[in-house]
C-alpha cells in the first residue's frame, strides 16, 4: 500500500529554547511592540500576530538550551526597525542584506539566539 504525503498547509507557531524566561519575555515585548497573547508561568509565553502566526518562548526543564535560529520578524521599515533596535541596545549587525526580493537586518536576543529583522520588497 503507497503512503500519501502529510497535507501540511501552515506553520501554526515557531519557538526559540531561552534560559531566564522573564528576560526573554521582556525582550520580545519590547522587540515586537506588544504583550504576550498567553504566559505559560515561568516556563514561557507566545505572541500571536494579526494574521495567526506565532512566536514563542520555552524553558524546558527537559531539553538543554541550545541557540535559536530562522525566524524573521516583517517590518514595513527596515532601516527604521534597525535604528529603533539599536537605540534600545539590541544587538543588531551594522550590515543590511538587500536581495531581489528582501531587506534583512541579523539581531542576537538576550539568550543567544538569533532572528532576522526582514522587509519584503
Not at 506553520?11 to 519575555?25: N, Q, S
Not at 494574521?51 to 527596515?78: I, K, Q
Request: proline fraction near 2%; aromatic fraction near 12%.
Amino acid at each position: 500500500m503507497a503512503q500519501t504525503a502529510t497535507k501540511i498547509n501552515r506553520i501554526d507557531a515557531t519557538y526559540y529554547l531561552v534560559k531566564d524566561v522573564e528576560r526573554a519575555v521582556n525582550f520580545y515585548t519590547e522587540l515586537l511592540g506588544f504583550a504576550p497573547t498567553v504566559t505559560f508561568g515561568d516556563t514561557g509565553a507566545e505572541w500571536t500576530f494579526s494574521d495567526g502566526a506565532t512566536f514563542g518562548l520555552y524553558m524546558s526543564p527537559h531539553v538543554p538550551w541550545h541557540e535559536g535560529n530562522g525566524v524573521m520578524f516583517g517590518t514595513d521599515d527596515l532601516m527604521d526597525s534597525v535604528a529603533s533596535c539599536k537605540a534600545r541596545g539590541v544587538m543588531i549587525g551594522d550590515e543590511i542584506e538587500d536581495t531581489t526580493v528582501c531587506k534583512m537586518a541579523f539581531g542576537k536576543d538576550t539568550e543567544g539566539n538569533n532572528f532576522i529583522l526582514h522587509q519584503s520588497k
